[in-house]
């Protein structure tokens, strides 16, 4: 049982792993693991000369499970150790070379391994292709000492720079989405405090006078009781009504505080696109009364949303018209459509856009999705 548990704790991922990182993205562990079926080359190699033979079995027997012993800890191990195992592999194969053609492919997989270990390294990815051509430079001029004809080892250096390069731009760009998504949500976090600490400075200044004023009436009226009746009564009144009038400036606030911003929705949806890839191009809103702009903006919301999840696209943009007596409001996607039909989400638009006398139009093809709104302008100075 401690033999068990001690395996477990041996392959168990560290905090700042590579596995650790893909789990936070919401990947399946196994996906990392796919990549192990290249290893079959292991097994394809002697078919092309050497031959299965005692010692290509006994060798396999033994370095393979060694192979993926080590493959298994770059992803499980920290950052600052993960790079040792995949140099182990490249040294697995060196060390094999004279009687193990198939080591070969331990050499490819160790040099695409130290991609994600040097990207956090001060060269970076010109650091991590450099080690990579000083790899191959050295195991290519081992195998010509050993006797390896030229033709079968020339082409591991370019190939496993091209694999690394590809891996190494991979995760620098990956790199980048996680930054971009991280800055994304700080910039909620701190648009959120900055309301609550703007909702609380409201309150204070709407609420502060208008309590010290009931109590002050309150307490007048309380003296006034036995020598004035009459006067105790209207200081009661007035007391109550700057309460009534006091409990309707916070109801109005409140209102205020749940209605969205067009603006503000624009900036959201724009990192939101931004963290998933999506080029976002929009008009500036228009100015609109809160009865039109709060279901507008949460229209936008929806859609964005939606891009960000489920369209897979890579532009999008939002347009608005507007004339004297309507506003449209366009936002399409050039991504791969909605297969499923209308879901709950666009049903929630199309209810938000018909309780105000609009009218909303969602068409969804392989070529994209747009979602058209139209809503009537009141006339100036009537609510709309």
């Not at 949460?298 to 007596?325: G, Q, S």
């Amino acid at each position: 049982m401690d033999s068990t548990q001690r395996l477990r704790s041996w392959f168990r991922p560290a905090p700042d792993s590579h596995l650790a990182d893909a789990m936070r993205r919401g990947k399946s562990p196994r996906s990392e693991f796919i990549h192990l079926l290249w290893s079959v080359w292991v097994f394809i190699t002697p078919s092309f000369g050497m031959g299965y033979d005692r010692l290509w079995l006994s060798l396999t027997l033994l370095s393979y499970p060694l192979f993926l012993l080590l493959y298994a800890k770059t992803f499980v191990a920290p950052r600052r150790q993960a790079r040792w195992y995949s140099l182990a592999m490249v040294a697995l194969s060196m060390a094999l070379l004279r009687w193990y053609p198939s080591g070969l492919s331990y050499f490819v997989f160790g040099c695409v391994l130290l991609a994600p270990s040097c990207r956090d390294t001060r060269g970076g990815l010109a650091g991590y292709l450099a080690l990579v051509l000083v790899l191959g430079a050295a195991v290519v001029a081992e195998a010509l000492w050993i006797g390896y004809p030229w033709q079968s080892v020339v082409w591991l250096p370019p190939m496993t720079l091209i694999i690394g390069l590809i891996v190494g731009v991979e995760q620098r760009d990956r790199a980048h989405q996680d930054a971009l998504q991280l800055s994304h949500d700080e910039v909620r976090r701190l648009a959120a405090t900055a309301e609550r600490e703007r909702i609380g400075r409201d309150l204070h200044d709407l609420l502060g006078h208008t309590l010290s004023l009931i109590t002050l009436k309150l307490e007048l009226s309380r003296k006034l009781i036995d020598r004035d009746a009459a006067a105790a009564r209207s200081e009661i009144a007035e007391a109550e009504k700057v309460a009534r009038h006091a409990l309707a400036e916070v109801r109005a606030a409140v209102t205020g505080f749940r209605a969205a911003d067009l603006a503000a929705e624009l900036a959201s949806a724009r990192l939101l696109l931004e963290s998933s890839r999506v080029a976002l191009d929009y008009d500036a809103p228009p100015e609109l009364s809160p009865e039109i702009e709060r279901p507008l903006a949460l229209v936008l919301r929806e859609a964005a949303t939606n891009i960000a999840r489920h369209a897979n696209a890579t532009r999008a943009e939002v347009r608005f018209v507007r004339n004297d007596a309507q506003l449209r409001m366009r936002i399409a996607d050039d991504g791969r459509g909605a297969n499923a039909g209308e879901g709950n989400g666009v049903v929630g638009m199309r209810e938000r856009v018909r309780a105000i006398g609009g009218s909303f139009e969602f068409a969804s093809s392989k070529a994209g999705t747009a979602v058209e709104v139209a809503v009537p302008l009141a006339a100036k100075g009537q609510p709309a």
